[in-house]
């Protein structure tokens, strides 16, 4: 079982900037893949970022070039900057986590995911 706890949220006006960290219990936590998802009221669960094992990063194109996401395997930790933040960005900011488990019969690759509790951020106006 992996525990992922998120911090860093909080009030920010627009434009303004957060940096959301997602710490891990995983002492492996180079194996596992990272993601950030956004939530806003009354709407699904979105990607917002994710980066691989090896580093490799995706970002949702409405945060392209403000966002960053990155991690310190060292320290068993995630984060996602964000930057010129908008109000429509409103939501509460999840951590997801995934590390491939096995090969199913199919021969295609199957996932443990692991979600943290959520960090509200609200920009306004």
């Known amino acids: 079982q992996v525990q992922l706890v998120e911090s860093g949220g909080g009030l920010v006006q627009a434009g303004g900037s957060l940096r959301l960290s997602c710490a891990s219990s995983?002492?492996?936590?180079?194996?596992?893949?990272i993601g950030w998802y956004r939530q806003a009221p009354g709407k699904q669960r979105e990607l917002v970022a994710r980066?691989?094992?090896?580093?490799?990063?995706n970002y949702a194109d409405s945060v392209k070039g403000r966002f960053t996401i990155s991690r310190d395997d060292a320290k068993s930790t995630g984060y996602l900057q964000m930057n010129s933040l908008k109000p429509e960005e409103t939501g509460v900011y999840y951590c997801?986590?995934?590390?491939?488990?096995?090969?199913?019969?199919?021969?295609?690759?199957?996932?443990?995911?692991?979600w943290g509790q959520g960090t509200q951020v609200t920009v306004s106006l």
């Open positions: 995983r002492s492996t936590f180079s194996s596992l893949a």
């Open positions: 980066i691989s094992t090896g580093g490799s990063t």
């Open positions: 997801h986590a995934s590390i491939v488990a096995g090969v199913g019969t199919d021969g295609v690759p199957f996932e443990y995911e692991y």
